[in-house]
């Protein structure tokens, strides 16, 4: 997989100030508050215009929000970058799509144990596109996608989830030509790959990076029909406590907390699926918490603390009573 720096010229002020209006920031703070956040780095290195015009570039292409993490990016060892799309933003783009048409997932029969998590040896994720006759349909294997690291990631603690993201993106990069763009995973291995293994944080909020003012120049989860879902900002959730041995290093366990931070901030449903959720079943005149109780979910009527398995088990339901 290449790595090759995008090389682009330092960012022209109707980049920025497309992105300032957006988000109503002032212009000339928007370069400093996104490379002080919008970067996993090492060490005090510093991020160059360049690699920020990069990574707006590929921001404004796809849509994506870079202060809700939907986009964010690793320095490559060439000076450039690694864009990392979180799964939030691989759903925006999926179900923003204009020829998204829905997609399924296909389990495998066969089952094995990975750390105690039982796990599919392989899933199939089924993407529908308009102006098409036949579907994308791409297989991916546990044994080929699973991290298997000395400390704990996320395939530890859910692996079937972590699994089902790697369906849906392969067949999405198949489907509608993504390219240029990874997820956590593969970024980790790339950077790991080219630079070396090493513990690779945010950078620590509310840090400021200086940055001249820049000079003018000449749609989802199983079964999904397209919808454009708006996704904001969710607030991240707790991490659940984690088991930890007692040799284990500081640095290493500042690490292990941050990724299961990632983790839990992804296991609840966002606001647009859960408005998706209320308008299918208004539309089928069933109340949310009939459909709730139907399939055991002990969520409140607003869906508040809904998670994405139990949005999951609602689209099936809807599927098959609307």
């Not at 360049?50 to 707006?56: G, K």
Request: hydrophobic share 40%; charged share 25%.
């Amino acid at each position: 997989m290449s790595t090759a720096a995008v090389e682009r010229p330092a960012p022209n002020q109707s980049l920025v100030a497309k992105f300032a209006n957006r988000y109503s920031i002032d212009a000339n703070k928007l370069m400093a508050t996104l490379k002080a956040t919008a970067f996993r780095q090492r060490g005090d290195a510093q991020i160059t215009d360049e690699q920020m015009a990069a990574l707006l570039i590929v921001a404004d292409q796809h849509g994506l929000n870079p202060f809700t993490k939907e986009i964010y990016a690793y320095p490559d060892k060439n000076n450039g970058i690694v864009p990392v799309v979180s799964v939030d933003g691989w759903s925006r783009i999926i179900n923003e799509h204009p020829q998204f048409d829905g997609y399924e997932f296909i389990y495998s029969d066969e089952t094995a144990q990975h750390k105690g998590k039982l796990s599919f040896l392989w899933i199939e994720c089924v993407i529908h596109r308009k102006d098409r006759n036949r579907p994308t349909a791409v297989r991916e294997y546990f044994d080929e996608v699973v991290r298997e690291l000395n400390f704990a990631t996320p395939w530890d603690t859910h692996p079937k989830r972590m699994h089902r993201h790697k369906s849906l993106i392969q067949s999405a990069r198949l489907a509608f030509g993504f390219a240029g763009i990874y997820d956590e995973d593969e970024a980790q291995r790339i950077v790991e790959r080219d630079m070396g293994a090493a513990d690779v944080a945010r950078p620590v909020a509310g840090q400021v990076v200086a940055m001249p003012q820049a000079k003018p120049k000449a749609k989802q989860i199983e079964h999904q029909e397209a919808t454009t879902l708006q996704q904001p900002a969710r607030s991240q959730q707790q991490a659940e406590p984690v088991e930890r041995a007692a040799t284990e290093q500081p640095a290493r366990r500042t690490q292990q907390s941050r990724e299961f931070e990632d983790v839990e901030a992804n296991d609840l449903a966002t606001d647009g699926e859960k408005q998706w959720v209320r308008s299918k079943l208004g539309s089928a005149d069933i109340a949310v918490a009939d459909a709730l109780q139907a399939i055991g979910l002990s969520t409140p009527e607003s869906l508040d603390g809904l998670t994405r398995d139990g949005f999951v088990a609602l689209q099936d339901y809807i599927k098959e009573s609307c």
